[in-house]
């Protein structure tokens, strides 16, 4: 009898079966991830049932590519096909996943990482043999992916549940208080904040250009004035007792220097400023994470872009896992004392941490 963690695949057939999941569930993921840029999904849940060519037609796309899709998605049991074979229906349960009615509930999205991997495997295995990281020009796709999946996670509740879990927060933001974003993307929590806080001013910082010059001219088509945008290095941040409030959304795990930003940011604070951190939940030991719904994917991530970005710029490659222990050391040492954690319910992969100074 040993004491190690007995996994239930202990038999080679049930092991078989968790091989053939991962052939099944791979390939689902990418035909679900196309099923969610082409607006098949869409299409399909707007009709009882359609053919082949009817959902083509709706959805102004080629009918064979379309058919091909309809059977992998029939035989996962995701589409549903009359006992002729030709009239496809999505069953209204399964909708809330797979289409915009369901909010934050939709998980289609996330499949279009599975398909950002396979466009990057080659770099990755010269990682494996030789160390070192893909930089984020390697990844053609990542910041739409990115600004998608947070305008789900962070957008649909930044001012139901986010901003108030810091105390007296939202009063400071509706006075005026200068505010920061560190490593932005695409802008759109500060973009909304600019637009409900006009006595508040907003920065916000990246790395990349890409989403800097779409975050700015976001701002231009909303005549915002009390927001900027700016590519920068938050590890060069030298700003001292600069803002009131600063956010990082899924932005410290991936940098090369955590434990430089994380000084940087206390420095920038005023006193009294409050910092929120939000990154993913997980234990920085991974049997903890066995039990993780979604511990395969997260680890999966960080090897593919996480932490292989951080790794590309000589960066301690703390990966998507990094962990709560880990996440409460770092900040400590950058010189938080008073902090407390939060786990929304419609956000259970992320944690919050309100940090005050
Ligand atoms: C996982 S994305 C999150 C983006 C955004 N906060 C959101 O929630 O959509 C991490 C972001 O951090 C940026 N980033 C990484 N290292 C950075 C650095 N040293 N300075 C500034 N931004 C950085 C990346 O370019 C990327 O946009």
Same mark, same amino acid.
């Given at each position: 009898?040993?004491?190690?963690?007995?996994?239930?695949?202990?038999?080679?057939?049930?092991?078989?079966?968790?091989?053939?999941?991962?052939?099944?569930?791979?390939?689902?993921?990418?035909?679900?991830?196309?099923?969610?840029?082409?607006?098949?999904?869409?299409?399909?849940?707007?009709?009882?049932?359609?053919?082949?060519?009817?959902?083509?037609?709706?959805?102004?796309?080629?009918?064979?590519?379309? &058919?091909?899709?309809?059977?992998? $998605?029939?035989? @996962?049991?995701?589409? #549903?096909?009359?006992?002729?074979?030709? =009239?496809?229906? +999505?069953?209204?349960?399964?909708?809330?996943?797979?289409?915009?009615?369901?909010?934050?509930?939709?998980?289609?999205?996330?499949?279009?990482?599975?398909?950002?991997?396979?466009?990057?495997?080659?770099?990755?295995?010269?990682?494996?043999?030789?160390?070192?990281?893909?930089?984020?020009?390697?990844?053609?796709?990542?910041?739409?992916?990115?600004?998608?999946?947070?305008?789900?996670?962070?957008?649909?509740?930044?001012?139901?549940?986010?901003?108030?879990?810091?105390?007296?927060?939202?009063?400071?933001?509706?006075?005026?208080?200068?505010?920061?974003?560190?490593?932005?993307?695409?802008?759109?929590?500060?973009?909304?904040?600019?637009?409900?806080?006009?006595?508040? &001013?907003?920065?916000?910082?990246? $790395?990349?250009? @890409?989403?800097?010059? #779409?975050?700015?001219?976001?701002?231009? =088509?909303?005549? +915002?004035?009390?927001?900027?945008?700016?590519?920068?290095?938050?590890?060069?941040?030298?700003?001292?007792?600069?803002?009131?409030?600063?956010?990082?959304?899924?932005?410290?795990?991936?940098?090369?220097?955590?434990?430089?930003?994380?000084?940087?940011?206390?420095?920038?604070?005023?006193?009294?400023?409050?910092?929120?951190?939000?990154?993913?939940?997980?234990?920085?030991?991974?049997?903890?994470?066995?039990?993780?719904?979604?511990?395969?994917?997260?680890?999966?991530?960080?090897?593919?872009?996480?932490?292989?970005?951080?790794?590309?710029?000589?960066?301690?490659?703390?990966?998507?896992?990094?962990?709560?222990?880990?996440?409460?050391?770092?900040?400590?040492?950058?010189?938080?004392?008073?902090?407390?954690?939060?786990?929304?319910?419609?956000?259970?992969?992320?944690?919050?941490?309100?940090?005050?100074?």
């Amino acid at each position: 009898m040993c004491n190690a963690h007995t996994v239930d695949v202990d038999t080679g057939e049930q092991f078989a079966q968790v091989m053939l999941s991962a052939l099944n569930g791979g390939s689902l993921a990418v035909m679900i991830s196309i099923g969610h840029q082409t607006g098949l999904f869409e299409a399909l849940a707007e009709v009882q049932h359609a053919t082949s060519h009817e959902l083509a037609a709706r959805a102004g796309l080629n009918e064979r590519y379309v &058919r091909e899709w309809l059977g992998a $998605l029939v035989c @996962a049991r995701v589409v #549903e096909v009359d006992a002729t074979s030709t =009239q496809y229906s +999505l069953p209204p349960a399964h909708r809330p996943f797979l289409t915009k009615q369901g909010g934050s509930d939709n998980m289609a999205g996330f499949t279009q990482y599975v398909a950002m991997f396979g466009r990057v495997e080659q770099g990755i295995l010269n990682c494996f043999r030789r160390g070192g990281g893909l930089d984020y020009d390697a990844f053609e796709r990542f910041h739409d992916i990115m600004a998608e999946d947070s305008g789900q996670s962070v957008l649909t509740s930044l001012f139901d549940h986010i901003l108030p879990l810091a105390d007296g927060l939202v009063d400071r933001l509706q006075a005026g208080i200068d505010v920061l974003d560190l490593g932005c993307g695409r802008g759109l929590a500060l973009l909304e904040m600019a637009e409900r806080y006009p006595r508040s &001013r907003f920065t916000g910082y990246d $790395l990349c250009e @890409a989403p800097i010059a #779409e975050a700015t001219e976001a701002a231009r =088509q909303k005549a +915002l004035s009390n927001v900027r945008f700016e590519q920068l290095d938050a590890e060069k941040l030298a700003l001292a007792d600069s803002f009131d409030f600063i956010a990082t959304f899924d932005a410290i795990h991936d940098q090369a220097r955590p434990d430089v930003v994380l000084r940087n940011i206390h420095t920038a604070l005023r006193p009294n400023g409050c910092y929120l951190m939000q990154d993913i939940d997980a234990s920085s030991h991974v049997r903890d994470n066995i039990e993780h719904p979604l511990g395969t994917f997260l680890y999966t991530i960080s090897t593919m872009h996480c932490m292989t970005v951080s790794l590309a710029r000589g960066g301690l490659g703390l990966g998507t896992m990094w962990g709560r222990q880990q996440a409460l050391k770092m900040l400590h040492a950058a010189g938080f004392s008073r902090i407390t954690e939060h786990v929304l319910p419609h956000d259970q992969q992320n944690r919050y941490y309100v940090l005050n100074k």
